[in-house]
């Protein structure tokens, strides 16, 4: 059975703007004024969202699953 994806969480005092995540997918992630990013993807895309993860160097992105 396979899990589905309902949330992208970016941890907020793990994030240092690195703007990885924003500059690779500008539809899904946006840097903030206050240098934190922010998930604003209208649909939860699993390919992006997991990239994304991978590409943050703090690691501040997490997925959170249907059963998690």
């Keep these: 059975m396979k899990r589905r994806l ?11 703007g690195s703007g990885m995540c924003a500059g690779s997918y500008p539809d899904a992630f946006q840097v903030q004024a206050d240098g934190h990013a ?9 390919a992006i969202a ?6 943050c ?9 249907e059963d998690d």
């Design 38 to 46: 922010l998930f604003i993807g209208k649909i939860i895309d699993e």
């Design 57 to 65: 160097p703090v690691s501040a992105i997490s997925l959170v699953y």
């Design 6 to 16: 309902v949330r992208v969480v970016i941890d907020a005092n793990a994030c240092v």
């Design 50 to 55: 997991k990239d994304a993860a991978e590409l």
